[in-house]
């Protein structure tokens, strides 16, 4: 069964900076591109990132160019997502995806954690 | 304002068959595959049918989707209670080098 489990969510201020990261099991890692998708609460779904199976491509929404960062490491089969310079409108559930086409949307998603974005 | 466009609500009633719009542009419906995803209260969206008209394992087959040009639909027939959810559309955008998706559409079994 395929198992995404996203943690490092809390509560930041603005300016600040998390990392989130994502356990993957249940499937081989390093054969999919992952993504990661964001939800403000009560709102649609919104595309974050992507990265090649073997890391050597990313992609970023506008939005998020410049501030956040995605990576992987194969060998521990876990994704992350550093984000830094927090905005109160970067407040969302933040969900780890996994793609079988790199440029495809996703087939499997985590359960989210939550990034609340707050002084 | 998302790329795709879907209407914001949809309703029917228990066994009517229901269908959801999804309207893009050629540079993603248009020159790519097209997914949809059902989303219950309080959990994270499910991947309901891949390109186009695929139904992955487990998918009951009264879900169904299709695509024509640059617009995709959704139909649900023999419409049940538990299908009440969010359904968003979503496909990759060659311009924007991203996925994009659209606002979702608030399904309500009547």
């Known amino acids: 069964e395929v198992q995404l489990v996203e943690s490092g969510g809390e509560v930041v201020q603005p300016g600040g900076s998390l990392r989130l990261s994502c356990a993957a099991s249940g499937f081989t890692f390093d054969d999919y591109a992952m993504q990661w998708v964001r939800q403000a609460p009560g709102k649609g779904l919104e595309w974050v990132s992507l990265?090649?199976?073997?890391?050597?491509?990313?992609f970023y929404a506008d939005s998020m160019k410049g501030r956040f960062s995605v990576s992987r490491d194969n060998s521990k089969n876990t994704l992350y997502l550093q984000m830094n310079s927090l905005r109160v409108e970067d407040t969302a559930f933040y969900y780890c995806t996994r793609a079988r086409v790199a440029v495809a949307p996703p087939d499997s998603w985590g359960q989210g954690t939550l990034v609340t974005v707050s002084s | 304002h998302s790329v795709l466009t879907q209407p914001p609500s949809a309703s029917g009633t228990p066994g009517q068959r229901v269908t959801i719009s999804c309207s893009g542009s050629?540079?993603?419906?248009?020159?790519?595959?097209v997914y949809w995803y059902q989303q219950l209260p309080g959990m994270a969206p499910k991947l309901l049918i891949s390109?186009?008209?695929q139904r992955p394992s487990g998918v009951p087959d009264r879900f169904s989707g299709s695509k024509s040009g640059t617009s995709a639909s959704l139909a649900i027939s023999g419409l049940r209670s538990e299908d009440e959810a969010d359904y968003h559309c979503a496909a990759w955008d060659d311009s924007l080098s991203g996925v994009v998706f659209g606002g979702g559409t608030k399904l309500t079994v009547l």
């Open positions: 390109r186009n008209d």
């Open positions: 990265i090649t199976w073997d890391g050597s491509q990313t």
């Open positions: 050629s540079s993603n419906i248009g020159s790519t595959y």
